[in-house]
C-alpha cells in the first residue's frame, strides 16, 4: 500500500475508533475541548509537532495528532491555537503554599498566581499537614481551582530549628518516632533541616528507607552532601552543602562554619569572619572534588532542586538583584511586604563592595555547578523557595527557568525541569509531565516558542488546568483579584 493510502486508511481508523470513544461518554460528560493547529512541544526531547491537535475529555487528553487526519468531536469547545505553543503544565517543586498565612494566604495569594503562571504541580517543602491536607482536599474536590499538591509536612531539624513549622529531633528514637508519625498522616516525603545532627540524620535516612518512604531537604550543615547522597537522600535542596563539598578545604572549613562565635565578638567582626569563610570557600573550589561529588549524585540518582530565584536575589543579594522597586511588589500583601523589606535591609545593611564582589562570585559558581551537574548527568528539577522574600509565587518559576538556561542547559532541558522530570520524581511519569494522549490535561498555551528563547513561557495565553481552560481574560482576572488582595492586606 503507497504511504498516502496508508495515512488515509489510518486516519478512517482513527475516525473509527474517535466516534466509538466518545459516543461511549455519558451525556452529563462535560464536552470535549479541542486546541486545533498547534505546535506541540511535548517535554520528551522530540521536536516539536507543528500543525496538532488535541483532544481533552474531562481531565484527560483524549488524543494528540496531526490536525488534518485527527477528527473534532461535534460538541467540542474549540480553542484556535493557530501560531501558538502547547506544553505541559509546570511544576514548582520546592515552594511553601502556607507561607504567608492562613486561611487566606494560600487560597487568595499563593494558589491564584501560581495558576495565572501555568504552575499545576506543586511540591509543598514545609508547613503544617493539617492545613495542606485541607487545601489539597478542596483542590482534589473541585471546590478551588489550584495545582496538585505534593508535601512533606513539618521539617524534622535540631535545636532550636531554623524555621517552623519544626519537629525537633534529637535521638535515634525520636528520629524513628517523626518518620513512623509523618507518614501514618499522609506526608509523600520526609523533609530534613540544617541543623539536624549526624546521629538522629542517619536514623532518619534508614527510617525511610524502612517505610517507604523518600527523605528530602537541605544537606544538614554537620554533614557531607557525599555523605547525604550515600544515605539515600533523594533531592537536595538550594545547592546546600555542594559547593562545600567541592572545596577542597571542606573539612576545615565545616568546622569553621560550625564553630560557635567568639566570646564578645562584634557585627563588624562577624562580618569580617564571614567574608574570610566565604573567600576561602571561593578560593578552594576543586574540579576534581566537583566531578567526584557530582559523579556520586549521578550514581545514586541525588536529584537537585538549586532553587536559583532565591540564590539570586536572596540568599546572595546585591544591591542590583534586589526587589523592592519590582512592578510585582502589586501582588505581595503588604505584611508580607514588610517582612521582605526587613530581611533585605539586614542582607543588605553594613555590607561593603567586597562582600558584594564575593556574592557575585557565589552567584557564577552556582550557575557553573548547576550546568555540571546537568553535564554529569545528575537529574535539575525546577523551584523557586516560594514565599521566602524577594521571590514572586508563579512568576518566579520562569525566572528559574531562565537562569537554567543561563547556566547551560538546553530551553529543552529547562523545560523538563519543570515537567517530565518533576512528573518522574513524584512516580507519576505514566500520568503526566508530558503532552501524550492518556495523560492528565495539565497544560500551558503560549503565544511563542520557548525552545526558541525559554523567557517566552512567560508568554501564556491560556492554561488547561486538571481539563478545564482558563482563557488569557480568566487569568488577567486572577492577577486583578490577587492585586486587590494584596492592597486590602
Not at 525520636?174 to 509523618?182: G, H, I, K, S, Y
Not at 527523605?215 to 547525604?228: E, K, N, Q
Not at 533531592?235 to 565545616?254: D, N, P, Y
Amino acid at each position: 500500500m503507497s504511504p498516502s493510502r496508508t495515512r488515509l486508511a489510518a486516519g478512517v481508523l482513527l475516525s473509527i475508533i474517535f466516534a466509538v470513544a466518545l459516543s461511549s461518554c455519558s451525556s452529563s460528560d462535560p464536552a470535549a475541548i479541542a486546541i486545533t493547529h498547534v505546535t506541540v512541544i511535548d517535554a520528551t526531547g522530540a521536536a516539536p509537532q507543528a500543525d496538532s491537535s488535541i483532544i481533552i475529555q474531562g481531565s484527560r487528553i483524549f488524543a494528540v495528532g496531526p490536525s488534518a487526519s485527527t477528527p473534532i468531536p461535534r460538541d467540542a469547545k474549540i480553542v484556535d491555537g493557530f501560531g501558538k505553543f502547547l506544553v505541559p503544565g509546570l511544576a514548582d517543586m520546592h515552594l511553601h503554599l502556607t507561607g504567608a498565612g492562613e486561611p487566606t494566604g494560600s487560597r487568595e495569594f499563593i494558589i491564584p498566581l501560581l495558576v495565572a503562571n501555568g504552575i499545576t504541580t506543586v511540591r509543598d517543602m514545609g508547613g503544617k499537614v493539617e492545613y495542606l491536607k485541607k487545601l489539597r482536599a478542596e483542590i482534589d474536590s473541585g471546590k478551588l481551582a489550584g495545582p496538585q499538591i505534593f508535601f512533606t509536612g513539618p521539617y524534622l531539624d535540631g535545636n532550636p530549628p531554623s524555621f517552623q513549622p519544626s519537629i525537633v529531633v534529637q535521638s535515634a528514637a525520636q528520629a524513628t518516632a517523626a518518620v513512623q508519625n509523618l507518614k501514618s498522616e499522609g506526608v509523600d516525603f520526609i523533609k530534613v533541616q540544617s541543623r539536624l545532627q549526624p546521629e538522629p540524620y542517619y536514623v532518619v535516612a534508614r527510617e525511610s528507607q524502612k517505610q517507604n518512604i523518600r527523605f528530602v531537604g537541605h544537606v544538614p550543615d554537620s554533614i557531607t552532601a557525599a555523605a547525604a547522597s550515600d544515605a539515600g537522600q533523594a533531592s537536595i535542596e538550594h545547592l546546600t552543602g555542594v559547593l562545600l563539598g567541592c572545596s577542597a578545604r571542606e573539612e576545615e572549613l565545616r568546622q569553621r562554619k560550625l564553630a560557635p562565635p567568639p566570646a564578645g565578638e562584634t557585627k563588624e567582626q562577624t562580618l569580617v569572619r564571614e567574608r574570610v569563610w566565604l573567600k576561602d570557600l571561593l578560593d578552594s573550589y576543586s574540579q576534581q572534588k566537583a566531578a567526584n561529588l557530582f559523579h556520586k549524585f549521578a550514581a545514586n540518582r541525588t536529584w537537585q532542586v538549586p532553587t536559583l530565584p532565591l540564590l539570586i536575589h536572596l540568599a546572595y543579594l546585591v544591591p542590583e538583584s534586589d526587589r523592592n522597586t519590582d512592578p510585582r511588589m502589586k501582588y505581595i500583601p503588604g505584611n508580607l511586604r514588610e517582612t521582605w523589606n526587613q530581611t533585605r535591609n539586614g542582607l543588605l545593611d553594613s555590607r561593603t563592595e567586597t562582600d558584594f564582589a564575593l556574592r557575585r562570585r557565589l552567584v557564577s559558581q552556582s550557575l557553573s555547578a548547576v550546568k555540571a551537574l546537568q553535564e554529569t548527568g545528575v537529574t535539575i528539577m525546577a523551584g523557586t523557595d516560594t514565599t521566602a522574600p524577594n521571590v514572586f509565587p508563579g512568576f518566579s518559576l520562569h525566572e528559574d527557568l531562565a537562569y537554567l538556561v543561563k547556566a547551560g542547559l538546553t530551553p529543552m532541558q529547562a523545560l523538563q525541569a519543570a515537567t517530565s522530570k518533576p512528573a518522574e520524581f513524584l512516580g507519576r511519569g505514566a500520568e503526566q509531565g508530558t503532552v501524550q494522549a492518556g495523560k492528565r490535561a495539565d497544560l500551558v498555551l503560549l503565544s511563542a516558542n520557548p525552545l526558541d528563547d525559554i523567557h517566552n513561557t512567560q508568554k501564556i495565553a491560556g492554561v488547561v488546568l486538571n481539563g478545564k481552560f482558563l482563557t488569557r481574560d480568566e487569568l488577567d482576572e486572577l492577577l486583578a483579584r490577587v492585586e486587590r488582595f494584596a492592597a486590602s492586606h
